[in-house]
C-alpha cells in the first residue's frame, strides 16, 4: 500500500484488495466502491470494468473484452480503462496480481 | 476521479447526492484505558451496565444496512473493552456494511486482530498521541501504551488490513508533527488524520493545556503541505485546522443530519459524537424507536437539518450549503445558543473573541485533567514540570 505503484501495463492482472469493496446498495440502486473511509461512485462502464478486475483477467483482455461488447476502437477503450484503473491504483485501492508474481 | 463522460467515471462521494445516511459511528462503549484530556467522550460517560445488550446490536446493525448505511466505524471508548466485537464485526459483514475499527489499540492482541480479520473488518485506524513514548504514554495516560500500539500497528499491515494512523494534535505534541508523519510512514499507514483539537467536552476542560500558539499553527501548516508534497501517493494526510485560528467553519459533519450520525453505548442517536454537549436536546435510542423513523423523526436530528433554522448572517449567506454555518456544538459552548453562527467564521460577531481565547489560552498552564468515570482528574504534578 505504500509503495508507490507504477502505472498499470496491458499485461498486468488487475483485483480488488480485500478492503475495497464492490457492492450493489438496493437503498440508492447505484453501485458503490466502499474503501476506508470513502464511498465512491463507479458509473455503469467503470462497474463493468471492476467486475472483469478478478486478478486473472490481463487489461489488454478487458479492454478487448469491452471493445467487442461495445463494438468500440480498441485502443480508446484501453486508455480510458488504464486512466481509471491507475487512479484507483495510485490510492491504493487496486492492485496489480501479474506484479506480485515477478 | 474522472470527469464525467469518460468512461470509467468515478465521482468522489455518494455522500453529495443523497438524504440517506453513508456512515455511521458506533460508539459502542465508553469504557477506556487511556485517559486522553482531549477525548470526545462526554464528561458524563454511560457506564457498561447501560451499555447496548450484543443482540441490540445485533438487530441494530441489520436496521443500519436497511436504512442505507454503507459504513461503520466501531469506536468508544475502546470498542476492544467490549468482548463481543468480534460478533458485532461479523454481524456488520453479514448484512453487508463496510466495518472499521477506531482503536487506542493497547490492549489489541495478535490473535484478536486475526479473529477480527477473519470476521470482515476493513480498516483500522489507531490513535497515537505522540512520536515519542514519554510524551505518548503522559497524554494518554497510560503507561507503555505507545510501545503496544508501534506493535499493533504491525499486527495490521501483517494481516494486510489498511492502517489510518490518528494524530489528535496540539500545543503539548505540534512539536513532533514531523516526526509524527515519518512514523505514520514507517508503519505502512496508507492514511494519516492530522486533527487540531476541537474544544467541547473534555477539550474544553482542558482548553489552556491544549490551544496551540499561532506560530506552531503556521508552522503545521507548512509541514503538512510539504508532507503531501513528498508522500503524494505513499502517505494520504487528511488535515483537520484549528476553529479558532481558522477564517472559515468546517462544514461540520457534512451538514448536521444530512450524512453520519453517532449511535452511543446506551443507543442514543446523536447527530455527532459531542452534541449530547449542547445542552437540552432530546435524543431518541435505539432501544425505543426502529432507526428508519429516528432518522426522519427525531427532533434533535431536524432541528438543525438544512438551512431553515439559520439566523443571520448564516441565513443571506452565500456559503450557507458550503459550510452549513459550521458546528452547532462549537457555538453552543462559546456563546450558549446551538442555532447561533460557528464563531470559527469570520463573519460571526463573536470571531474576534475566539481569536483571542486562543492567544490568552495558548499561553496557558499545561497541566492535563484526565478523562475518566470520576468526571475528571488533575494530571500529578511531575517532578520535571515547572509549577
Keep these: 500500500m505504500t509503495a508507490a505503484t507504477a502505472a498499470l501495463s496491458p ?5 480488488l484488495p480485500r478492503f475495497v469493496k464492490l457492492k450493489f446498495d438496493r437503498t440508492r440502486d447505484i453501485w458503490v466502491l ?5 464511498v465512491l461512485v463507479p458509473d455503469a462502464t467503470a462497474v463493468e470494468v471492476l467486475q472483469l478486475c478478478d486478478g486473472a483477467t490481463t487489461l489488454a483482455a478487458i479492454a ?14 484501453a486508455s480510458d480503462v488504464a486512466t481509471m484503473l491507475d487512479a484507483l491504483a495510485a490510492k491504493g485501492f487496486l492492485r496489480d496480481l501479474a506484479e506480485d508474481r515477478r | 476521479m474522472t470527469a464525467a463522460g469518460t468512461a470509467g467515471g468515478l465521482s468522489p ?16 462503549t465508553h469504557r477506556c484505558p487511556l485517559q486522553c484530556p482531549y477525548c470526545s467522550n462526554p464528561i458524563e460517560m454511560e457506564r457498561a451496565n447501560a451499555e447496548l445488550s450484543t443482540q441490540d446490536w445485533h438487530r441494530v446493525l441489520g436496521e443500519l444496512a436497511d436504512l442505507g448505511v454503507l459504513q461503520v466505524h466501531f469506536s468508544g471508548g475502546e470498542p476492544l473493552a467490549r468482548r463481543d466485537l468480534e460478533q458485532l464485526v461479523a454481524r456488520a459483514t453479514e448484512v453487508g456494511l463496510y466495518s472499521n475499527l477506531i482503536t487506542s489499540a493497547v490492549t489489541l492482541t495478535e490473535p484478536r486482530l486475526a479473529a477480527l480479520a477473519e470476521a470482515g473488518l476493513s480498516h483500522v485506524q489507531i490513535s497515537f498521541q505522540a512520536s515519542d513514548e514519554d510524551l505518548g504514554n503522559r497524554i494518554g495516560g497510560y503507561r507503555k501504551g505507545h510501545a503496544k500500539k508501534l506493535e499493533a500497528a504491525g499486527w495490521t499491515r501483517a494481516l494486510d488490513l489498511p492502517l489510518t494512523v490518528n494524530a489528535v494534535m496540539h500545543r503539548q505534541n505540534l512539536h513532533q508533527l514531523h516526526e509524527i508523519i515519518d512514523m505514520a510512514v514507517e508503519l505502512g499507514a496508507a492514511r494519516l488524520e492530522v486533527a487540531n483539537v476541537q474544544y467541547y467536552g473534555w477539550a474544553l476542560k482542558n482548553r489552556a493545556a491544549l490551544m496551540p500558539t499561532e506560530a506552531q499553527i503556521e508552522t503545521a501548516s507548512a509541514v503538512v503541505a510539504a508532507a503531501r508534497a513528498r508522500l503524494g501517493g505513499r502517505l494520504a494526510i487528511d488535515y483537520v485546522e484549528p476553529d479558532y485560528y481558522a477564517a472559515r467553519p468546517k462544514k461540520c459533519m457534512g451538514g448536521w443530519g ?6 452511543s453505548p446506551s443507543g442514543k442517536v446523536l447527530p455527532c459524537h459531542a452534541a449530547e454537549t449542547i445542552t437540552g436536546l432530546g435524543f431518541d435510542s435505539v432501544r425505543d424507536h426502529p432507526l428508519a423513523w429516528i432518522w426522519e423523526h427525531s427532533q434533535a436530528l431536524n432541528l438543525y437539518r438544512g438551512t431553515g433554522w439559520m439566523p443571520e448572517p448564516c441565513r443571506s449567506c452565500a456559503h450557507k450549503e458550503d459550510d452549513f454555518g459550521g458546528c452547532r456544538c462549537q457555538a453552543f459552548a462559546l456563546t450558549g445558543d446551538a442555532a447561533a453562527t460557528d464563531p470559527a467564521c469570520a463573519l460571526s460577531p463573536r470571531h474576534r473573541e475566539i481569536f483571542a481565547a486562543a492567544l490568552r489560552e495558548s499561553a496557558g498552564p499545561d497541566r492535563f485533567v484526565y478523562r475518566n468515570f470520576a468526571g475528571g482528574t488533575p494530571e500529578p504534578v511531575r517532578d520535571d514540570a515547572e509549577a
Design chain 1, 11 to 15: 499485461d498486468s492482472r488487475p483485483a
Design chain 1, 34 to 38: 466502499l474503501a476506508p473511509e470513502r
Design chain 1, 64 to 77: 478487448e473484452a469491452l471493445a467487442r461488447k461495445y463494438d468500440a476502437p480498441q485502443d480508446r477503450i
Design chain 2, 13 to 28: 462521494s455518494a455522500a453529495a447526492r443523497f438524504g440517506i445516511p453513508v456512515a455511521v459511528l458506533a460508539e459502542i
Design chain 2, 258 to 263: 444530512r450524512q453520519f450520525f453517532n449511535i
